[in-house]
């Protein structure tokens, strides 16, 4: 003999499910993207000799809110460089040319040791794109 049942979906339940910051979809969400924030760090971490001070790493955070009744998590920084590492600079960068003074005659800058260094043209840095590269961290 069969049974028969019926199942009606409760469209309210569902949506405090999904778009509530203090339910499982959002603590899902949050850990994600605190996966990502740590894998971002460590891949700042893995260049060494590019890490002056620490102060991008250490500025790498994560946020939760809601955009439009539905959850986001957002990784990223508000350090002002921080594009400048992901995506390189001079020939390495988006522009893909030498570096050259604007209203100087010459390049000027001092390195790790104090060296003061003069150039007339410069390649620029490669890219450290280690927010993009954190991304699959995302997937459990």
Known sequence: MPVRGAHRLDRRALNELLSSPSGPVARDLFRRGKNVEAEAKKNLQ???????TGRLRSSINTQ???LGGKLVVRV???VEYAL???EGTGLYGPKGAYIYPKTAKFLAWKTRKGVRVYAMKTRGMRPN??????VKAAKD
């Open 84 to 86: 400048f590492v992901h």
């Open 76 to 78: 990223g920084t508000n």
């Open 64 to 66: 939760l809110f809601s």
């Open 129 to 134: 794109p280690f927010l993009k590269d954190a």
């Open 46 to 52: 893995r260049t060494p000799r590019r890490v002056d």
